[in-house]
């Protein structure tokens, strides 16, 4: 009979713990324990828990990415797409709080270099789906008033990262996205001049 791998409900269990654990640090045991497996059944699974952070990782970039492509496709104006990047990035962040610790990075002190850097090619990523919107934007109006569309871009890409550090900080207690109505307001009349 084929073992079904447990892959998916490992990866689960490890962002429910970054989540339950705020700055704590999760040990395979603790996982093991958490999915009910062994340590040595837990690494037939993945040879490392560098490889289980991975994973969380790449199901992030999956799942943002596989949407901001679709957003970037529609036929809307380019603020309302920058608009709905970073509201999936908050949305995604407040719906699965443990992987706000992957973005703010405290879930990967003591970690590989190659984890951070993945983390950061992944905000970089998002980054430059906004850069490339601006750019657009540019191309297609009148040049925003005083702005680069690479400046524009760190710009939302702060504020994000800001939330997400507030959210971290609060324990996940104070929403990423309750506010976001009239935060946005702020943002268009500096970013957009509109």
């Not at 104006?77 to 920058?82: A, I, M």
């Not at 950061?120 to 919107?133: A, G, K, N, P, V």
């Amino acid at each position: 009979m084929p073992r079904t791998s447990r892959k998916p409900e490992i990866l689960q269990a490890l962002a429910h713990m970054l989540e339950a654990n705020p700055g704590g640090k999760i040990t395979t045991a603790k996982l093991a324990q958490e999915v009910g497996l062994s340590e040595a059944a837990l690494y037939r699974h993945f040879p490392s828990k560098a490889k289980m952070i991975e994973g969380l990782i790449e199901f992030t970039e999956e799942t943002l990415f596989s949407r901001m492509s679709g957003i970037a496709k529609e036929s809307r104006s380019h603020e309302s797409k920058c608009h709905d990047i970073v509201l999936l990035l908050l949305t995604f962040v407040e719906r699965n709080p443990g992987f706000a610790r992957l973005f703010v990075g405290d879930a990967l002190q003591g970690e590989t270099e190659r984890l951070r850097a993945r983390m950061r090619q992944l905000l970089d990523r998002i980054e430059t789906q906004l850069r490339q919107l601006l750019r657009e934007l540019v191309l297609e109006t009148d040049p925003l008033p005083g702005n680069q569309p690479a400046v524009l871009a760190k710009v939302l890409m702060a504020v994000a990262e800001g939330q997400i550090a507030q959210f971290v900080r609060s324990d996940f207690k104070q929403s990423l996205t309750a506010e976001w109505a009239d935060q946005w307001l702020v943002i268009r009349r500096g970013v957009f001049g509109s």
